[in-house]
């Protein structure tokens, strides 16, 4: 069934099944989300799943969808609306975390998806992240904003502390993602920008 042929109703149900699987994903984990499970929260049968999504990986690859569509969403827009590298870095950095302060579920089902499946079709997203870290690093070195220094490691260094972060949420729930994204920008400032 193509998205063009779903009528609203079966829209609506896909999106309700989507939104129970990252609720399953995030609170039982990858391996104990299991159809049944996702069923139960749904209040539907798992042949109502397999209806729509076929098996398990189909909904898997529809939740990574999903949950992708909202990062983009939130990110995208803030990076590109600015005008220096060292804005769009900071914007980079901030609207990494405010995605993980206002989509705490999908953010966590996404984690769990990564690391119970490191060699699967969703292990390039690391590559992917690092690569459009790399274009804000590169425009900031070519128009002198940023010292000279090795985009990749730079931009292995930036992920990695954005990346830490999840892990740190599941026991510190409450950790103020705000005071932490202005650090983060402080640190990443001072380890781009070039020397006066």
């Known amino acids: ?5 779903r009528t609203f109703i ?17 609170t039982l984990g990858f391996r104990n ?11 539907i049968t798992p042949g109502v799943i397999s209806y729509h999504f076929g098996s398990k990986d189909e909904l898997i690859k529809a939740v990574v ?7 983009t969403g939130l990110m995208v827009p803030r990076i590109m609306a600015q005008t220096t590298a060292a804005t769009a870095l ?15 579920k999908p953010l966590l089902a996404l984690v769990e998806i990564i690391v119970a499946d490191r060699d699967g079709p969703y292990s390039g997203q690391q590559e992917s992240a690092l690569e459009d870290l790399e ?8 128009n002198g904003e940023f010292r000279d220094f090795d985009r990749r490691a730079m931009a292995i260094a930036i ?19 705000g005071h932490l994204a202005t650090e983060l920008i402080s640190t990443f ?7 006066a």
């Not at 069934?1 to 042929?5: A, D, I």
């Not at 969808?65 to 990062?71: C, K, Q, T, Y």
């Not at 992920?159 to 892990?167: N, Q």
């Not at 400032?189 to 020397?195: D, I, K, Q, V």
């Open 1 to 5: 069934m193509t998205p063009e042929s």
């Open 33 to 43: 989300a299991s159809m049944t499970q996702i069923a139960k929260l749904a209040k």
């Open 65 to 71: 969808g999903h949950v992708v569509e909202l990062a």
């Open 189 to 195: 400032e001072l380890a781009t920008r070039r020397p």
């Open 159 to 177: 992920r990695g502390a954005i990346d830490a972060v999840p892990t740190y949420l599941i026991s510190n729930p409450d950790y103020d993602l």
């Open 10 to 26: 079966e829209e609506a149900r896909r999106a309700q099944i989507i939104t129970c699987a990252i609720d399953a994903l995030a």
């Open 135 to 142: 274009n804000v690093l590169t425009w900031g070195q070519e």
């Open 90 to 104: 900071a914007a980079y950095i901030e609207s990494n975390l405010d995605f993980m302060r206002v989509h705490r």
